[in-house]
Each structure stands twice: as C-alpha cells, then as structure tokens.
C-alpha cells in the first residue's frame, strides 16, 4: 500500500519582499529588503543598520541605527528612527589603563514632544577626581537639554548620531579635564508626541 506524499511548501516563496529605507532625515536610502508573510507583519518591525550603511564612511561601522516601520507604499516601506547605540567591541576598545570613564543618562523631550532616553560616554586621559565627574556630568545634562528643547525630534537625533552634540560636550568639559574621546553612545525612543499622525500611532507600539 503506498503511502500518499505530502506536498511542501516553500514558505520562501510564498513571502513577499520589502524594500525598507531610512527616514528622510537619514538620508531616505534603502537599507535593507527583507521578507514578510503579509504587510501586517511588516508593521512596527525594528530594522538594524549601521552608520556606515547611511553614510559610507567605514570608520562609522561601530555605530548601530534601528529603524522601525511605520507604513507601507506597496513593497517599500517607511521607517522612523527608533535608537541607535555603539557597538560592544567599539565600547570596550575605548577603555584604558588609568583613565576614567564618565557615564551620563538623561531623559528628554525634544521640541515637538518626542521623548527619548539619551546615554552620553566619556573617557578622561588621566585619573579625575570625583569633583570634577560630577562637573563634567553636568555640562553633558545641560547641554542635551538645550539641544532637545530647541532642536525638533529629527534635528537631535541627527546631532546625536553625527556627533555634533558631543562635539559641543567635548569642547565645554575639556576646560575641566583633558578627554580622549567623547560620545552619544546610545539613544532611544521612548513615545511619540500625542498630536503625532493618527495612523502612525495606530500602527506603532513603542515601547520604553
């Protein structure tokens, strides 16, 4: 008696394939094409680039972006900037003997109501005392609220991964200390503003 085989599906084939590009602000490139079983299932999907995959400047691979999906125009889908962060190997690669890292992590609200948790890093060349940490933390929390309550929403999370709000820290706190290196090592976006477009609400969860 033969036994009646079973047909296989090739799931692959049955996925369609999306073209995912970064917000304007970022650019507008495509970053990435990635496969769905339907257009639900592309909705509120985090995307992972690097710095590198924007600008194609190699010494900014270190630099991990997410993007998440907010709406679909047929196979090519918009994204908004949901974090972005060093990597492991970058952040390690900073720390030396005798010197002192300075961490600092601030809530903001940027103009237009976006609020975002920011981590800044900082590495002294020398030993500092506790004095002058405390010093340096605070130009860091003074300056990103500046920034965030005069910059909208696209504005400061181009400054942050760019560089140039640390850039604007660095220049201030190397009064206090001398510093090796200075950075925005990690963002993230936390909730949007409530007049924010209905269907992007809609169909976002951000989660905190």
């Not at 509120?44 to 993007?67: C, M, N, P, W």
């Not at 290196?181 to 209905?198: M, Q």
Request: proline content about 2%; aromatic content about 10%; overall charge positive.
């Amino acid at each position: 008696m033969s036994r009646r085989r079973r047909r296989v599906q090739d799931k692959w084939r049955m996925k369609e394939w999306y073209d995912i590009s970064s917000p304007a602000y970022f650019g507008g490139k495509m970053i990435a094409s990635v496969p769905a079983s339907s257009a639900e299932n592309m909705i509120g999907r985090t995307i992972e680039a690097t710095l590198y995959d924007i600008t194609g400047d190699f010494s900014q691979q270190h630099v991990k972006l997410y993007f998440q999906v907010t709406r679909l125009k047929g196979t090519d889908a918009d994204t908004v900037f949901k974090g972005h962060e060093y990597t492991g190997d970058y952040l390690r690669s900073l720390v030396r003997r005798g010197n002192t890292r300075i961490d600092c992590i601030v809530k903001l609200t940027t103009k237009g109501g976006y609020n975002l948790r920011v981590s800044v890093v900082a590495f002294s060349v020398l030993r500092v005392r506790k004095s002058q940490i405390l010093s340096v933390r605070k130009i860091m929390r003074r300056i990103l609220h500046e920034k965030a309550e005069t910059l909208f929403f696209d504005q400061f999370v181009q400054e942050a991964v760019l560089g140039k709000i640390a850039s604007d820290i660095y220049n201030e706190a190397k009064k206090i200390i001398p510093l090796r290196h200075t950075g925005i090592r990690k963002s993230k976006l936390l909730s949007y503003p409530t007049e924010v477009d209905a269907d992007v609400a809609a169909e976002v969860e951000v989660t905190a």
